[in-house]
């Protein structure tokens, strides 16, 4: 092959692996779609937190500078503030389009004497943008706000009724509603900003380290919902951050989202990575225990089953197995199963487990556990039952060869009755989900894509 035709090929082949490999690094390890109903719960929870309708009518009660008083009236104040109706849509890429329909009764006092009531209803629409900041938080912010008033009903005299209401809507409400509204809609969207940042946080996992989001790009406004890449940031306690698996690769292909509700799709190495966090704790020291349900776990079982070495092995003895996970844990995920892969040795050694001895042998193992995923407040809850023994293999021997595989019934039930229920254990505790404006997740269907986990999450 000539020269430059094997250096052009090789170029074209280092070309696309450095593509592959950049692709996969900017990837996003959990993608939020954040549907409008969540968007809706987390406004009006907002308005609720603010008391925001409180606030409204005190200042509507104030005097607004540059509004000059009505002749005959006097006393203004907020008699009546009913909740607001908010619609909300998206702006495909900008961010929130919000209208607000409020109805106010104002009373005073008019120069007849009586009481007199103003009941209205006026609109508020709003146009607010959703960007990344410099420091990479998001952010919304107001772009547009506008008034109308739709309708004026008063108590007055009908003679009155043109002239009043006229000067009232002239000189005052088209004055006071803007600045009285608009104001609202701002700190509300403050306190959505500031939910936000909750959502980036970082969040403990108490001993084991802590996890945090952040944002890979800034968001993506469709008419459906908002899209956010994050990279999840793994970090051990008090320790260097924690590099996600490279193999299975991160999200570089999405689901489609076809139901209501904020879907987050959770990447296989995302839930390698918060079981890496989890390794030390899958070790596990297995001695015999009578309550298992197994075979008396002694040097006589063991010569039992391998009568190539059972003269090399000790007289009866109490035996222990050292199980010990060797490389991180790593998931896969298709359609209609999803593994967690261990990576073990197991260590057999003879006598009092406080003894400093040799191990009789040791053996390598793969060990494949079927995982079973739910949520129960706010956290992904993982348990695992025995898929099978993959492969096992002798690494060391002091008492001689043997064939390794008469031991695999043996070892499948210890891993079943045995380990399985201790790393149940160790998961309970669960894998904090993405923060949805402190909203609570009130139900939540999961399904399984081609390395993902996607959670389709309803919210109250």
Not at 11 to 22: A, H, K
Request: hydrophobic letters at 45%.
């Amino acid at each position: 092959m000539p020269e430059l035709l094997r250096f052009r090929i090789c170029c074209i082949f280092f070309l696309c692996g450095w593509l592959v490999s950049s692709h996969g690094a900017d990837a996003p390890g959990v993608v939020l779609r954040i549907d409008i109903e969540t968007i809706d719960q987390a406004v009006n929870t907002a308005m609720a937190e603010s008391n925001v309708l409180q606030k409204l009518a005190e200042a509507a009660s104030k005097k607004q500078p540059g509004v000059k008083p009505i002749k005959g009236i006097t006393g203004l104040k907020v008699k009546d503030l009913q909740p607001p109706e908010i619609s909300l849509t998206f702006i495909p890429g900008m961010g929130l389009f919000m209208a607000v329909l409020t109805k106010i009764t104002i009373a005073g006092k008019s120069f007849i004497g009586g009481n007199m009531e103003i009941s209205l209803v006026a609109n508020m629409t709003a146009k607010n943008k959703l960007s990344q900041d410099d420091l990479g938080s998001l952010k919304f912010s107001v772009e547009n706000c506008q008034i109308a008033i739709v309708s004026v009903k008063t108590n007055l005299p009908s003679s009155m009724l043109p002239k009043v209401v006229n000067k009232f809507l002239d000189s005052t409400l088209q004055k006071v509603m803007p600045g009285m509204l608009c104001p609202a809609v701002g700190a509300v969207l403050g306190l959505m900003n500031a939910k936000f940042d909750t959502m980036m946080a970082q969040i403990s996992l108490g001993a084991l380290g802590s996890i945090q989001y952040t944002l890979l790009s800034p968001p993506i406004i469709s008419q459906d919902f908002i899209e956010l890449n994050l990279k999840p940031g793994l970090q051990h306690q008090g320790g260097d951050p924690l590099d996600l698996p490279a193999d299975p690769p991160a999200l570089a292909s999405l689901p489609p989202k076809t139901e209501p509700g904020t879907q987050i799709v959770l990447s296989a190495n995302f839930l390698a990575g918060e079981l890496t966090l989890l390794q030390a704790s899958f070790d596990l020291n297995v001695t015999d225990n009578p309550a298992l349900g197994i075979p008396p776990l002694t040097t006589a079982t063991l010569a039992s089953l391998l009568p190539e070495v059972s003269e090399s092995l000790p007289p009866s003895e109490p035996l222990v197995i050292e199980l010990r996970v060797t490389k991180p844990p790593l998931v896969t995920i298709k359609e209609d199963k999803s593994l967690l892969h261990l990576f073990t040795t197991m260590e057999f050694l003879s006598g009092d487990p406080s003894d400093s001895r040799d191990p009789l042998f040791i053996l390598d193992a793969h060990i494949n556990l079927n995982t079973q995923f739910s949520v129960h407040e706010e956290k992904l809850r993982i348990s695992v039952t025995l898929d099978r023994l993959y492969k096992m293999s002798l690494s060391s021997s002091s008492v001689g060869p043997f064939d390794e595989t008469l031991l695999k019934g043996l070892l499948a039930d210890i891993i079943q009755v045995a380990y399985v229920p201790a790393i149940n254990v160790v998961l309970q505790e669960g894998v904090p989900l993405p923060y949805l404006f402190g909203l609570k997740y009130s139900h939540t269907e999961i399904s399984m894509f081609e390395n993902a986990l996607v959670l389709n999450v309803h919210v109250k």
